[in-house]
């Protein structure tokens, strides 16, 4: 069965510092790895999309990295603002298109 | 903005009546997506289409069923609401089906089944 964890569940950071967000999945066969964005109340936004033979993609300040290896995926946020506060969704995509949405960390940065 | 309107954004309805959600795209996307998002589970797909009366189902279509008479407009039915039915509703759509395709998500359709 095709799974994505994401951890950690929540993490509250500083404004201006860093943090990282983790994603182990597992997908057969794999074709990609997302990373969204989801304000509250909103819809998810497309933050990157990397294939397997990428090990990273960058979006402004979002850093995604993937791992095809070992089936992992991190996102890291680099000097967080307070517009960083929503929830950050994992999505593996295997072959036929077909995705697979992690729960999502929830990520509030305080001034 | 994706160009994606949903409605209605809120609806309180009680069991067993039927409800219909709507979405309506401006960016002549091919491919519409029905998803729900409830605490404790990612995003789950309900029911796609793939082109005007195209339509196929996702891993969680029980109780819904969908229609797509243009393609601008994707509708998602809920023939006789339950509350396990309470959830937010997203609309998505996409230019192409293919792997690694930009998926676009609309605001979000708040539905309470009591």
């Known amino acids: 069965k095709n799974q994505v964890e994401q951890s950690p569940q929540s993490l509250i950071i500083l404004e201006g510092k860093n943090c990282t967000l983790q994603?182990?999945?597992?997908?057969?066969?794999?074709?990609?790895l997302r990373w969204y964005k989801q304000d509250t109340g909103r819809g998810p936004v497309s933050l990157t999309i990397?294939?397997?033979?990428?090990n990273t993609k960058s979006n402004g300040r979002y850093t995604a990295t993937l791992d095809a290896d070992t089936k992992q995926s991190s996102l890291h946020i680099t000097a967080s603002q307070l517009s960083d506060s929503a929830s950050y969704i994992c999505?593996?995509?295997?072959?036929?298109?077909?995705?697979?949405f992690g729960g999502g960390t929830r990520v509030l940065v305080k001034p | 903005d994706a160009g994606i309107t949903q409605s209605p954004r809120h609806k309180v309805t009680e069991t067993g009546t039927p409800v219909t959600l709507r979405c309506h795209q401006t960016?002549?996307?091919?491919?519409m997506y029905w998803y729900r998002q409830d605490p404790g589970h990612g995003l789950r797909l309900i029911h796609y289409?793939?082109?005007?009366?195209?339509?196929d189902k996702g891993e969680v279509s029980d109780g819904y069923s969908v229609s797509r008479s243009k393609t601008e407009d994707f509708l998602l039915t809920l023939e006789s609401a339950t509350s396990s039915q309470t959830s937010v509703y997203f609309c998505?759509?996409?230019?192409?089906?293919?792997?690694?395709?930009?998926?676009?998500f609309g605001e979000g359709s708040w539905l309470t089944v009591v």
């Open positions: 289409s793939y082109g005007v009366k195209d339509t």
């Open positions: 990397m294939t397997f033979s990428e």
């Open positions: 998505a759509i996409s230019l192409s089906g293919g792997p690694g395709n930009t998926i676009y």
């Open positions: 994603c182990n999945y597992t997908v057969s066969p794999f074709s990609n």
């Open positions: 960016e002549n996307h091919r491919y």
């Open positions: 999505v593996s995509e295997a072959a036929g298109n077909k995705l697979t």
